[in-house]
């Protein structure tokens, strides 16, 4: 009798812990999935003087917003800028933009990043007198020279995968000549992050057919 009531209780114990960890199972899974987050910036700067990421957000919870009334440095000049960023969505827009040795300007330049999707807007953009698309495709390159620095390109509504999958919209990226960095104007992330085993990759850059040089 003593072995059977051993034996009923070592069963019953194990029954439990296999309930235990069936029960577990659920949780360890869902830890195990990446979880969405957005992100977000106004204007940033890469070369010879890096101006951070201004204003800049990011959420994997709850939605958060960032605004900045102004920003006035000797290549770029903005007002108005505001983002905003949740774990499915992101948002950028800039107001008055001017890059005045690019002839460039705008009256708004703004990304969004929805469920993984993007697209970008310029309101009123012109560049050496010249006006932009108000939403131009994915990865459209402008052929340009800007005064005292050389020929460069500005990349418009571009879009690229991060290293963890999800979606960074750019509105614009003024790219600096000989490789000496970059301006990015109006910029949102989102989506679910999800392991990528080979190297980013981008749409191909869409070269618009006629050049737009700019002099100052």
């Known amino acids: 009798m003593r072995h059977r009531h051993a034996f009923r209780r070592l069963a019953t114990t194990g029954l439990l812990a296999g309930g235990l960890v069936a029960a577990g199972l659920p949780a360890l899974a869902a830890t195990a999935t990446p979880a969405g987050e957005g992100s977000a910036y106004g204007l940033a700067l890469t070369g010879p003087v890096d101006v951070p990421p201004v204003p800049a957000v990011a959420s994997t919870t709850g939605n958060v917003r960032k605004s900045l009334l102004r920003q006035d440095r000797k290549l770029v000049k903005a007002s108005a800028l505001d983002v905003d960023a949740s774990p499915a969505r992101a948002g ?22 929805v469920d993984g999707r993007g697209a970008a807007h310029l309101a009123n953009a012109v560049l050496a007198g010249k006006r932009l698309d108000a939403s131009p495709p994915p990865n459209t390159t402008v052929p340009v020279d800007v005064d005292g620095l050389g020929r460069t390109a500005l990349i418009l509504n571009k879009q690229q995968r991060t290293a963890d999958g999800r979606l960074a919209v750019t509105a614009m990226e003024l790219m600096l000549p000989r490789g000496k960095g970059a301006l990015r104007v109006a910029s949102a992330t989102c989506g679910r992050g999800a392991p990528v085993r080979g190297p980013a990759e981008a749409p191909a850059p869409k070269p618009v057919k006629h050049d737009l040089p700019v002099t100052g």
């Open 92 to 113: 950028s827009s800039v107001a008055r933009l001017a890059v005045p040795t690019a002839e460039l300007a705008a009256d708004a330049v703004s990304a969004k990043c």
